[in-house]
Structures are given as structure tokens and as C-alpha cells.
């Protein structure tokens, strides 16, 4: 095969420049230049995939620029400079997975992992060390804090686990304690219950659970309150209808509070106690006849519901005046209005969502009452 004469002078002069890079990226190899050798080896291979010689080279001095980098993170590690070593051992990962995907394939050396974890596991004893002093002094959120960087640092330091936990829960035994001292119970009651669902043997936590709800349980009854007014002004459909539908959505409502404190008493009398207002008081029901009511029902506290404006066509709202009171005093603990509009409600039957809704909030309203002492 014949080349013209232009052809073999750019050959010629292509084979002199190949040259004289490699021998300049030898040159910087040499004086340990490894950046700028790998650069001139990685420049020939690009012109030419096929010269092994500049692979060769790239992966030489990509492996003793590593190979720098891992002894670098490595003295840091061995001076216990923790958060410099950390920074000079990701540059090495970052150095390694970058030749890898050049297809270099550089080898790792295992000794600085070793001395990684050397390295972190004295700075996490040194915190648990810290974390034990700030526990001392009460200053529970920083052992806490202390203690979880331990647990980051070196998950096999057991002692770091145990601190987290006490950090949360001594501080939470101490306020059920104060609770108690003010006669709180409730307030006890949920110190405590949160420290047995994170550890059930801590400390006297259970016997003061215990001695917490029997103080701050109570029985209680649901009376509701027959409106005259409301009916006759809006409609006749039947006597208490409509406080019989809430009746029951309240009950639901409480039993879904799931509050251990509080103890529902339902004889399921509620249509007799309406009849009863309506026959004899024409809706006028004392706060008398009330607690009488509670009493014999055998509750402790009684709440009743007046139902004092109800439309589920028009304005579509419902208003309820709520009440708690001492079944043996009859006197009121608790007082609220409860409303529900109809920008409350969704689309769908208005009267359901009126009453589910009052009856929820009643609910809530009552999961915030605490007895007084008894």
C-alpha cells in the first residue's frame, strides 16, 4: 500500500508528539509529580485507546496517588485527629471509585479502616466520658445528645446505648414525680405510663403507675339534656331524637380517647332520663337531679349535653353547652360550648357529620378534665 507524501509527514509527526509526551509523563512519574503524570498518560490514551504502555502508567500513578491520600488519612487517624482523617479517607473513596469506573481498578488498603475505627472509638469513649458527667449534673439533653453521637461513632459501646435511654426517661420519673408532690395524677400518670412503654423495669416506675391511676381514674356518667325549645321552634320528629343520636356518638367518641383514667358507666338509659325531663321538667333539668342521676347510675362525675342550636338543613351547624360535674356535690368542674359549622363538615349526610363531629370534640375537650381531690 502506497501513502502520499502529506500522509506519512503527519504520521511521522503524530508518532514524534506520542513520543514526546510519554516521555514527558515519565519524567513527571519520576519526580513524583503523579497529578500531572497521570493527566499526560491519560491525555495519550485518549488519542490512543490501543497504547498499553499509557494505561499501564495511568494506573501507576493513580495508585500512588491513592496510595498518598490513604497515608495521609492514616497519620491523622494515628494523631487521633478524627475529623481531618475523616475528610482525607472520603477523598481517598472518592479517588478509588472514580478510577474504578476508568477501569483501573485500584487496590485499597485495609490497615487505614483499622485505624479508622481505632480512632472512632476513642473519640466515642472520650464523649461517653462527657455524656456520663453531663447525666451527673442533670443536664439530661446534652448527655443525650452526647451519648447519641457515641452510638454513631461506635455501635458496639453498649455503655452509649444505656445512657440515650436513662437521658430520656430520668427526666420524664422526675416530672411524674413532681406531679405527684401537686396531686397531678393525670399528669403522673402519663410520666410514668411513657417510661414502662420504654423500659418496664425502671426504677418503682410501676408501683407509682399504679398508685398514679388509682388517684386520677374516675367513673363517669352521660346525661344528656332534653332542649324543649329546640324542638318545637324547628321541628317535631319525635322527643330527644336527636340527643339520643348524639348520646351515642358521644359514648363512641369517649371510648375512642382509649384513656385508662377514664372509666365509662353506661346502663344504657338514656331514653328514660329524656322521658323523664320531658314529663316532669319540661327540659329543666338542675344540676341536682343531674348528679342525683349519676349517682344512681354509679358514677363519680356526670357529664351532660344541651343541645342548644341544631340545623343540619340550612345553616347546617349544631351547638352543644357540655358539663362536668361532682355527682356527690353536684357541683360544675367543667364547663364548654361546643360548635360545629358547616365549613367543619364535608359533602354527604349533614346530620351525621354535625353530630360525629360535636361529639369528638366534646370528647376531646373532656380528655383534659382531671378530678379535683376526692
Known sequence: MRWSLPVLILLLMSCGSVREQMERATLYEREGMYTEAFSAYETIREKRPKEAEAHVGMKRTAQMLLDRKIMEASERYLANDLEQGERLRSEAVLLKQSMDQKGLELQWDGHLDDLRRTARSTRAKDLLRKAEEAFRTDHFNEAEELASSCQRLDPELKEADYLVLIAQLEPRYREGQKAETLGLWRDAHKAY??????????????????????????????????????????????????????????????????????????????????????????????????????????????????????????????????????????????????????????????????????????????????????
Open 193 to 374: 405510663r411513657w417510661i414502662t412503654m420504654k423500659d418496664p423495669g425502671y426504677k418503682d416506675v410501676w408501683q407509682r403507675l399504679r398508685t398514679a391511676k388509682e388517684n386520677a381514674s374516675y367513673t363517669l356518667a352521660y346525661v344528656p339534656l332534653f332542649n324543649t325549645m329546640l324542638y318545637t321552634a324547628q321541628f317535631d320528629m319525635g322527643g330527644g331524637m336527636i340527643e339520643q343520636q348524639l348520646s351515642a356518638n358521644l359514648k363512641q367518641a369517649i371510648l375512642d380517647l382509649d384513656d385508662p383514667l377514664i372509666i365509662l358507666v353506661d346502663r344504657d338509659n338514656t331514653g328514660e332520663l329524656l322521658a323523664e325531663q320531658q314529663r316532669n321538667m319540661s327540659g329543666i333539668y338542675q344540676d341536682r337531679y343531674v348528679a342525683e342521676a349519676g349517682k344512681l347510675i354509679g358514677a363519680r362525675y356526670v357529664l351532660t349535653g344541651r343541645i342548644m342550636r341544631f340545623d343540619d338543613v340550612l345553616s347546617k351547624q349544631i351547638e352543644v353547652q357540655m358539663q362536668v360535674l361532682d355527682a356527690e356535690s353536684g357541683r360544675i368542674l367543667l364547663a364548654d360550648v361546643v360548635r360545629v359549622n358547616k365549613q367543619d363538615i364535608g359533602k354527604g349526610a349533614p346530620r351525621a357529620q354535625l353530630l360525629e363531629r360535636a361529639a369528638k370534640r366534646m370528647a376531646a375537650r373532656l380528655s383534659e378534665f382531671t378530678p379535683g381531690d376526692r
